[in-house]
């Protein structure tokens, strides 16, 4: 049985599939692509944030131009990683949880909190 989470990404992943198919864009959609398309998206969201201090990032997007700015970006890097992973055959709703049970076993609450993880 799927939830609801579950079948937001396939709907997700449908229409992004849908969407370049009527524009026979499959054929652009080998992995490279899509991850230095994602890539650049990542980067106009960075470039929003790229002279805007730490401390005043969460008021700065409080701004509804700002935040409307903002979301596009991260929409955009949302539809690519779902091409990806469509492209790639991941379910990426299923990695996702599969990455933060690890979190929670290699990052334990209790001995964390508080603090950034040490890199190993």
Same mark, same amino acid.
């Given at each position: 049985?799927?939830?609801?989470?579950?079948? =937001?990404? +396939? *709907? @997700?992943?449908?229409? &992004? !599939?849908?969407?370049? $198919?009527?524009?026979?864009?499959?054929?652009?959609?080998?992995?490279?692509?899509?991850?230095?398309?994602?890539?650049?998206?990542?980067? =106009?969201? +960075? *470039? @929003?944030?790229?002279? &805007? !201090?730490?401390?005043? $990032?969460?008021?700065?997007?409080?701004?509804?131009?700002?935040?409307?700015?903002?979301?596009?970006?991260?929409?955009?890097?949302?539809?690519?990683?779902?091409? @990806?992973?469509?492209?790639?055959?991941?379910?990426?709703?299923?990695?996702?949880?599969?990455?933060?049970?690890?979190?929670?076993?290699?990052?334990?609450?209790?001995?964390?909190?508080?603090?950034?993880?040490?890199?190993?």
């Amino acid at each position: 049985m799927t939830t609801p989470d579950e079948r =937001e990404i +396939a *709907e @997700l992943t449908r229409l &992004v !599939r849908e969407f370049s $198919a009527e524009r026979d864009w499959q054929q652009f959609h080998d992995p490279k692509s899509v991850i230095l398309a994602l890539v650049g998206e990542v980067g =106009e969201l +960075a *470039e @929003l944030f790229q002279w &805007v !201090r730490a401390d005043e $990032a969460v008021t700065a997007f409080a701004v509804p131009e700002r935040k409307a700015r903002a979301a596009e970006e991260m929409a955009d890097v949302l539809v690519y990683l779902v091409c @990806l992973a469509d492209v790639l055959g991941v379910d990426l709703g299923a990695a996702a949880r599969a990455k933060l049970a690890d979190a929670h076993r290699r990052f334990v609450a209790d001995e964390v909190r508080g603090r950034a993880p040490d890199k190993p």
